[in-house]
Every structure is written in structure tokens, then in C-alpha cells.
């Protein structure tokens, strides 16, 4: 399991929304394209 996998396998656990219209990027190895980026910003941000 990848980390974007494990980030919205837990977002759906915890019923955490996409992020939406994040300002700054959390992580550098994960650009704004990436499939489970906005997931990956929702956990970052909580």
C-alpha cells in the first residue's frame, strides 16, 4: 500500500473532505497533479 493509498483509505475512515484550494503544497515529492494530492492535503492539514 502507498502512502496516497493509505491517506485516503484513512480520509474515508475519518470522513475527511478533499482538500480544496490548498495555499502551499505540505510535501515536496507530491505535486498539485498527483491523483491523491487534495487527500493527501486534507490529512496534512488535520
Request: net charge positive; glycine share 4%; proline share 4%.
Amino acid at each position: 500500500m502507498t502512502r496516497a493509498e493509505a491517506v485516503k483509505v484513512l480520509n474515508v475512515l475519518f470522513k475527511r473532505t478533499p482538500a480544496a484550494g490548498t495555499g502551499s503544497q505540505s510535501f515536496s515529492d507530491v505535486p498539485a497533479s498527483h491523483w491523491a494530492y487534495a487527500d493527501i492535503e486534507a490529512a496534512a492539514k488535520q
